[in-house]
T-cell receptor, first 111, second 114 residues
Framework: LAKTTQPISMDSYEGQEVNITCSHN???????ITWYQQFPSQGPRFIIQ???TKVTNEVASLFIPADRKSSTLSLPRVSLSDTAVYYC????????????FGKGTTLSVSS | DAGVIQSPRHEVTEMGQEVTLRCKPI?????LFWYRQTMMRGLELLIY????????DSGMPEDRFSAKMPNASFSTLKIQPSEPRDSAVYFC????????????FGPGTRLTVL
């Protein structure tokens, strides 16, 4: 699986838009980009997954350029409760394959 | 659905003791994963099962670790004997093989080995 690189930490204020960029230069043709969120003392939670262009759900948007070597998770108007670790993963589309987690990005939202 | 259920939520034991962690996946999910999380090493995959069959156990640190999935609704991770360096949060996750690759994680078991 392709290795991912993302910032270790980010700081933001309530109401701002936060964009977390992830690099995955060696992504394969059948790989998808997936983001998980983990709050303290909880297990990771799936946020969003995409293959190319843009994907949006009720939580976030995921932007993937044509070369797919990077992706950006966009969180609109963050609140204090968005303080968490965000993991970017490259995964096989097929369910039942392992997830390889990196260090993630620790997002701290202040008032 | 109750989600993935893990027990116990917290376990404190002494070095050398046997520890058994339990996981009940979401009903209908036929793929189950065990992960371990520490500050130093982050979130690591230990082992996973598809249809109750172990697929990849290369992440199991030593022979002291073993995992079983006797049926589709139950899995155990056993450490015998336990050591202080095994202290970590152990997560179980499940997924439906026919679905999207979105894993559902349990609340974790926080293990402390003294």
């Amino acid at each position: 699986l392709a290795k991912t690189t993302q910032p270790i930490s980010m700081d933001s204020y309530e109401g701002q838009e936060v964009n977390i960029t992830c690099s995955h230069n060696n992504i394969a043709t059948n790989d998808y980009i997936t983001w998980y969120q983990q709050f303290p003392s909880q297990g990771p939670r799936f946020i969003i997954q995409g293959y190319k262009t843009k994907v949006t759900n009720e939580v976030a948007s995921l932007f993937i350029p044509a070369d797919r070597k990077s992706s950006t998770l966009s969180l609109p108007r963050v609140s204090l409760s968005d303080t968490a670790v965000y993991y970017c993963l490259v995964v096989k589309d097929q369910a039942g394959t392992a997830l390889i987690f990196g260090k993630g990005t620790t997002l701290s939202v202040s008032s | 659905d109750a989600g993935v259920i893990q027990s116990p939520r917290h376990e404190v034991t002494e070095m050398g003791q046997e520890v058994t962690l339990r996981c009940k996946p979401i009903s209908g999910h036929n793929s189950l994963f065990w992960y371990r999380q520490t500050m130093m090493r982050g979130l690591e995959l230990l082992i996973y099962f598809n249809n109750n069959v172990p697929i990849d156990d290369s992440g199991m640190p030593e022979d002291r670790f073993s995992a079983k999935m006797p049926n589709a609704s139950f899995s155990t991770l056993k450490i015998q004997p336990s050591e202080p360096r095994d202290s970590a949060v152990y997560f179980c996750a499940s997924i439906e093989l026919a679905g999207v690759n979105e894993q559902f994680f349990g609340p974790g078991t926080r293990l402390t080995v003294l």
